[in-house]
């Protein structure tokens, strides 16, 4: 709900720069380190050799600042300075000056688990790289020197090749072997048996068989199928990595701030995490609530758009209680906390959707399925010709040789590459789109759900109200209205500032909580609020209860009536259209009240839907759902939302959402996209196609190269060349993708 | 054949040292930023790029 970030607005906009307004949130990034202070930045907007240097050179200008370094690919800015921690404050100014957009975030620890498994993989994909080409320079020479190759010769160039291959296959198969391992654990066959097994055969057979100067050597074959089953891997680590990072850079975008009143009565900003049930919280007006409370001082009214989904502020007084995620409109206040962050109503939000994640780890993906039925198939397969050998030749060495050559042969290598292949390219396709894939798994259940939910507030709409009836209204009234509005947070406010675009303010502004605003222009006292706090009449017609109004009353002359109703984005009608077309029907859950809800979903032409919701009741229309076979894609940006989307069978939230929403959900549009949706759809679709033809190459592969495996007919050569080409075939048509 | 001898160890060590390249760029931080690295060589070290009039 960027909507709704309170220092982005046009009335902060007119009471100062935006890096005065925000800059106690950013020295408490600030961090001590041995060579000084050192702050980390989220840049946006930097893209070009220019852009480095305008901002590395910017900032080294200013006193104090030792070095800044530019991190063009991430975006990431890290300054190292002397001096107060205050002076990021100017850093951040300096760099607002220059044109770009900047704040402060967490940098990952250095024993980030994700860029060590990258790291990993790169090393793996290195060493399996340089061993598979000089394997095959050796094996080359022996396919070519046939017949003219003295048998000590290929013996010498086998025991090289083992030489290079076995250490290779230990390093660079580590990552598989573990997984299989952790399977056989588990009891739940994964593709990475198979894999393992074939590798380890297939080096076991050529030690024996060059031990032997038999002449037969796996070694390349080996090498290679780790080789390429690698680069499918470390694309997929990479490519969840960059998914990952810019889900992180949303949440630094949010970086939360508590300022908590210190006994002796200062005000000191310190990381929300840091609040202790008990403390004395100091809320300034546009301020998230960090974690839940009750007011002790102060009335005012409250934004609970993210935390229920209703437009309408609430008006609250001492005593009530506050939930984390709620924005203070309007008036300061002071909130006991009452839980730390762990422990409120966020936390249970977040039990629920534990809840929901475990149902949906029940989930099996496609390649373990596709394992669970080949690896018992080729078991049984490669005791068959054990068995047949046995009994038609007698000879126990050469069953044995076969039985293994079928193992190896029907290496998963093709199968294994099946589902990643594509799925490294269609996630690669959403992130051109702004849909960030969260789990690898999302696509597949992208693909088979069956229905659509929708939350209102945020999602569908804008989450914040917006004028609705400006014909009606003359451009005077509101340039009047306007000159009130600038000076305040109120959501209704914001929406008559922004329809009367910037211009100046009225004279002796004055806020009146759960009220409105009063000042003077033009000569006259003018006021702008609700009918009751300006004690109008009721007017002839009936205020719709699906729109909010407020009045500006201008000394001596007719009330003006203002209209307002939370907008649907402009791109909502476009994306319900395209998801009905693509045959999945729409419903809306929210937890508005009724009357906004029904116009809402008669404006989309959505005849199903349900208001007043509770997260429980939104996970119980869910689930029904699911059992209903119906599953069903959960959109949604709200706290409440949060549960509801880890029980769906695939969920998205929007890039603006609540944290816990965007964790909970399996794709993140960003830049709030609807029209996104259907695209999505459309790509998960397509990706699912190219698996179930990959599996359909897959198995013809294996059609071809059983038999042969089963006869005795397969040499090294043979293994090498349909090991390589069956990879090659199922990427080649993973890669079609990239023009569905 | 005494030139196979020297051949397969000479590919070896070429390929080995390949490797140990790439290992060093890697931990030496020089995969860490591939579209900044191709940007910063346009950088006009002798003057800054800074327009004059976001100087002041």
Known sequence: ?740 | MTALLWLIPAALMLGAMGLLGFFWAMKSGQYDDLDGAAERILIDDDGPIVDDEDER
């Open chain 1, 1 to 740: 709900m960027a909507s709704v970030e309170p220092v982005l607005g046009p009335a902060i906009a007119q009471a100062g720069s935006p890096a005065q307004a925000h800059g106690d949130e950013i020295t408490a990034f600030v961090r001590e380190t041995e060579e000084g202070k050192a702050i980390d930045l989220a840049v946006e907007g930097a893209h070009c050799a220019a852009c480095i240097v305008k901002i590395e050179d910017g900032l080294q200008k200013l006193d104090g600042v030792k070095r800044a370094r530019l991190n063009l690919s991430t975006g990431r800015l890290a300054v190292k300075f002397h001096g107060a921690d205050a002076k990021a404050e100017e850093i951040v100014g300096r760099l607002e000056h220059l044109g770009y957009r900047a704040r402060p975030y967490q940098p990952e620890t250095a024993d980030d688990p994700k860029s060590d498994e990258e790291k990993r993989l790169l090393r793996a994909l290195g060493v399996a790289g340089f061993a598979s080409a000089n394997v095959m320079l050796l094996s080359i020479s022996v396919w070519a020197g046939e017949g003219e190759m003295s048998l000590p010769t290929i013996t010498l160039m086998h025991w090289i090749s083992g030489l290079i291959a076995l250490p290779a296959v230990a390093y660079s198969g580590w990552p598989f072997f573990k997984n299989a391992i952790a399977g056989i654990k588990s009891r739940n066959v994964n593709m990475d048996l198979p894999i393992s097994l074939a590798v380890l055969l297939a080096c076991g057979l050529s030690i024996y068989e060059t031990a032997l100067g038999h002449g037969a050597a796996y070694f390349d074959a080996a090498i290679m199928l780790l080789f390429f089953l690698l680069i499918g891997r470390f694309l997929d680590v990479r490519l969840r990595a960059r998914a990952g990072q810019a889900a992180r850079d949303l949440a630094a975008l949010q970086a939360r701030i508590a300022h908590r009143i210190e006994p002796d009565g200062a005000i000191k900003a310190i990381p929300a995490r840091d609040v202790k049930p008990g403390d004395l919280l100091r809320i300034a007006p546009g301020d998230r609530l960090p974690v839940d409370g009750v007011i002790i001082e102060g009335r005012g009214e409250i934004d609970a758009a993210l935390v229920t989904g209703e437009t309408q502020p609430q008006m609250l007084e001492p005593g009530s209680t506050v939930y984390s995620g709620m924005i203070n409109l309007n008036a300061p206040l002071t909130v006991k906390a009452t839980a730390a962050r762990d422990d409120s109503l966020l936390a249970e939000i977040a039990r629920l959707v534990e809840a929901g994640e475990q149902g949906r780890s029940r989930y099996v993906r496609y390649a373990d399925k596709a394992a669970r039925a080949y690896v018992p198939g080729v078991f049984i397969m490669a005791l068959v010709t054990l068995i047949g050998w046995l009994g038609v030749t007698g000879n126990v060495h050469d069953a044995v040789m076969n039985a293994i050559a079928v193992l190896i042969i029907t290496c998963p290598c093709a199968l294994a590459l099946v589902v990643p292949a594509v799925q490294v390219v269609a996630s690669g396709r959403l992130y051109g789109e702004g849909v960030l894939v969260k789990s690898g798994d999302a696509l597949e259940r992208l693909a088979e759900a069956k229905s659509v939910v929708f939350d209102k507030t945020g999602t569908l709409t804008l989450g914040r109200p917006s004028l609705i009836n400006r014909d009606d209204i003359s451009p005077r009234a509101l340039t009047l209205a306007a000159r009130l509005a600038r000076g305040s947070r109120h959501p209704i406010s914001r929406a008559v500032a922004d329809a009367a675009g910037p211009g100046p303010l009225a004279d002796d502004l004055q806020e009146i909580a759960g009220g409105g605003l009063t000042g003077t222009a033009e000569g006259a006292v003018v006021q702008f609020g609700s009918a009751s706090w300006l004690g109008l009449e009721k007017q002839g017609q009936d205020p719709d209860p699906s729109v909010l109004e407020a009045w500006l009353l201008v000394e001596g002359e007719t009330p003006v009536r203002f209209v307002f109703s939370d907008g649907l984005r402009a791109d909502a009608p476009e994306a319900v259209t395209g998801l009905k077309a693509q045959g999945l029907p729409v419903e809306l859950l929210s937890g508005d009240r009724e009357a906004p809800v029904a116009a809402a979903a008669h404006a989309l032409g959505l005849d199903r839907y349900q208001a007043g919701l509770k997260p429980q009741d939104k996970i119980a229309r869910i689930n029904a759902l699911n059992e209903a076979g119906e599953a069903p894609i959960m959109v949604g940006d709200g706290i409440n939302d949060a549960p509801a989307l880890a029980a769906a069978h695939v969920s998205i939230s929007m890039g603006s959402a609540a944290d816990i929403s965007r964790s909970a959900a399996d794709l993140v549009i960003q830049g709030d996209r609807l029209a996104a949706l259907p695209r999505a759809v459309e790509i998960a679709r397509a990706a699912k196609a190219r698996m179930m033809e990959n599996f359909t190459l897959a198995n013809i592969y294996n059609v071809i190269a059983v038999p042969l495996a089963v006869f005795g007919l397969v040499t090294p050569l043979v293994a090498a060349i349909a090991m390589s080409a069956s990879s090659l075939v199922v990427m080649a048509n993973a890669l079609r993708l990239w023009r569905a």
